[in-house]
Each structure stands twice: as structure tokens, then as C-alpha cells.
């Protein structure tokens, strides 16, 4: 199975032109980012590894995370034979603790989601049955600033943007400088911040 490298992020704030635009545009949704470790998660059948976003295997990272636990968890609530899932895994969050959020799928048996994001969401809530330690992002699709502000701060990072059309994720996410700075991320190279 193939790793999916995350692109480096560029920095916008909340009052720039990009974000004022996703904001005001139903095409875009937005997603809360936890305060966890991005997480990549392979399951080929009865096998499930958990990578972090440099492509090191979180196993050997978190190593008092509960990883028997967190295998069963996928093994039984994610219903493909074989996939990978792009999210964040929460490691020490008090309540949260070994804890995954999904964002979103690479792969589906075998194959690369080359679909827009309305239709891999779909595809995700057709195979994760979500429970008390595995979670689907909610979607917002409207109050932006508003949900950014709601940031519970010792559990919220920031927020992903998404455009529902395109193959293409943008994220945002607070920084130690200034809580109203944001990171651009671009998921698909095929595409640049001026596309958007």
C-alpha cells in the first residue's frame, strides 16, 4: 500500500481574501482539527498499521498508546477489506485518549478515491461505523469564524477547509504566534492556491 505524503503548509490569516471566499462559497466545508497526531491508518484485512505524516509508524512513536485496542477498533468498525484513511489520532487528550478522528480516504480496496470530496465522504460513512473512540468529522458548511472561535483550545488545533467539487483539501491551522494565523495545505498537487 502506498504512503500519501502531506505537502508543506503556507500561512494565510482568518482575514484574508482565500479564506473570506471558502467562507462565503457553499462549494466549501470546514472541518476542526484536533490537537493530535496526523495519522494515516492502513487496514489490508485483518492487518491495520497506523503511520505519522512523516511516514514513521505512530506504534513506535506513542508507545503507551493502547495500539491493541485502537487495531480492533478499525478491524471491526471499518468495514472495507482494504483502505487507507487520512485523520488524527489523539494520544493523551483526557477524555479523547487513543482516540481517532477521520478526515478523509486515499485508497478503497486497493484503488486511489479519485473523486471528489462530497463523494468520498460518502464513501467514508459507508464503511466507518462510528463508536465512543472512533469519529467521522462533522462538516460545517456555513459560520466559519464562528466555529474557529468555538475552538475548545487544549482539544482544537484549528481547521480544515474543504472544497466538496474538488480533489483537492485546503487546511488551516492555528499557530503558537498568532492564534489568527492559518496554514494552507494542498493535498493534490495538480492543483495551487491560485486555482482556488
Known sequence: MKFYYPLKPTRITIDSNLFKKCESDLNYILQ???NGWRTQIHKDKDRVEFFSRHNNKLESIAQDADWKMLTNLILNN????SCILDGEF???????KNTIFVWDIFEHNQELVRKPY???K????????????LFISKDHNNNFIEVWNNLVEEEDEGVVIKDLR????????KT????RQFKILLEDKRNTVSNL
Do not use: W
Not at 489523539?90 to 479523547?96: A, C, F
Not at 503558537?176 to 492564534?179: K, V
Open 122 to 133: 460518502q464513501l467514508l460513512e459507508s464503511i466507518v461505523t462510528p463508536s465512543s473512540n
Open 32 to 34: 476542526v482539527k484536533k
Open 118 to 120: 462530497s463523494e468520498r
Open 176 to 179: 503558537i504566534e498568532s492564534p
Open 90 to 96: 489523539l494520544h493523551r487528550r483526557g477524555s479523547l
Open 78 to 81: 471499518v468495514k472495507a477489506e
Open 166 to 173: 474538488e480533489l483537492l483539501y485546503v487546511s488551516f491551522n
